[in-house]
């Protein structure tokens, strides 16, 4: 089963900072990672798809990179409404897709 | 619009079961493949399983925790989707979410969550 691990585990940051989230597998994923955000009582929302994809309707204050073992996603210059969760996932070969442990990324 | 309507969530005995029910509207459910995730409270996301259209065989997959435990079903004349659970653990205590695949395993569209605890 692939591991994935994020960090940091927090991040705590201000409104217009740019905000870089990682995600590192235990094995090459190639390009099959997405990222999802979660804020507090509601469910996640997918962000990126296939690393660098956005989902629908997702600013393009956020991107992604990487790609075999090493993936990025920067938010370019935070808002009030980016303060939230964030988790990656891989869709890599057989189930299961695990998700990373999150990263909290917070007010500063 | 997709939605995503779980239901049949509550308070559960060790070793007990409970079916989870999800209602599915706003997109053509017979040609999706389905995600259960779940989230234990204060904890990260957790993939449970999923299940494959009809045309694509309609086979289920599961995390290893779950396996032999919980099953995956659908019923496509309905739009809804299952999640039959078994031999229930206080370690199964979690918000379960239903969600729709994307690309072949990622979750596009998400429900609000069901509650299950499972406590003496």
């Known amino acids: 089963e692939i591991v994935l691990t994020q960090s940091p585990a927090t991040l705590s940051l201000s409104p217009g900072e740019r905000a870089t989230l990682s995600c590192r597998a235990s094995q090459s994923v190639s390009s099959y990672l997405a990222w999802y955000q979660q804020k507090p009582g509601q469910a996640p929302r997918l962000l990126m798809y296939d690393a660098s994809n956005r989902a629908a309707g997702i600013p393009a204050r956020f991107s992604g990179s990487g790609s075999g073992t090493d993936f990025t996603l920067t938010i370019s210059s935070l808002e009030s409404e980016d303060f939230a969760v964030y988790y990656c996932q891989h869709r890599s070969n057989w189930p299961p897709h695990s998700f990373g442990q999150g990263t909290k990324l917070e007010i500063k | ?120």
Request: charged residues 20%.
């Open chain 2, 1 to 120: 619009e997709v939605q995503l309507v779980e239901s049949g969530g509550g308070l559960v005995k060790p070793g007990g079961s409970l079916r989870l029910s999800c209602a599915a509207s706003g997109f053509t459910f017979t040609n999706v493949w389905m995600i259960w995730v779940r989230q234990a409270p204060g904890k990260g996301l957790e993939w449970v399983g999923r299940i494959k259209t009809r045309s694509d065989g309609g086979t289920t997959d599961y995390a290893a925790p779950v396996k032999d435990r919980f099953i995956i079903s659908r019923d496509d004349s309905k739009n809804m989707l299952y999640l039959q659970m078994n031999s229930l653990k206080t370690e199964d205590t979690a918000i379960y979410y239903c969600t729709t695949d994307l690309h072949r395993g990622y979750s596009g569209s998400w429900g609000q969550g069901t509650l299950v605890t499972v406590s003496s």
